[in-house]
Nanobody
């Protein structure tokens, strides 16, 4: 059974930093591109960052470029999202997503972790 388990969310001050982790199990982790999404009530789920299966390429949504960094450790089956210079508009539930690099319709989601940026 495939599981993606996010951790690291919480309450942080504007300008602060937070690092999210997503631990994967039940799948061959190096076969999957990994993504972080976020969602706020009333808004569509937004793709935040992507990292390819071997970690050779990353992409970021414009609002987080220069502030967020996605990385992965294939030996530990874990993907990370380091978030710096956080803004209130970054407040959302953050979701980890795995997409098979060839069979793209094979995809899995974590349960989400809440990030709240507030003074």
């Amino acid at each position: 059974q495939v599981q993606l388990v996010e951790s690291g969310g919480g309450l942080v001050q504007p300008g602060g930093s937070l690092t999210l982790s997503c631990a994967a199990s039940g799948l061959t982790f190096p076969h999957y591109d990994m993504n972080w999404y976020r969602q706020t009530p009333g808004k569509e789920r937004e793709l935040v960052a992507t990292i390819t299966s071997a970690g050779g390429s990353t992409n970021y949504a414009d609002p987080v470029k220069g502030r967020f960094t996605i990385s992965r450790d294939n030996a530990e089956n874990t993907v990370y999202l380091q978030m710096n210079s956080l803004k209130p508009e970054d407040t959302a539930v953050y979701y980890c997503n795995a997409e098979h690099k060839i069979l793209r319709r094979i995809a899995y989601w974590g349960q989400g972790t809440q990030v709240t940026v507030s003074s």
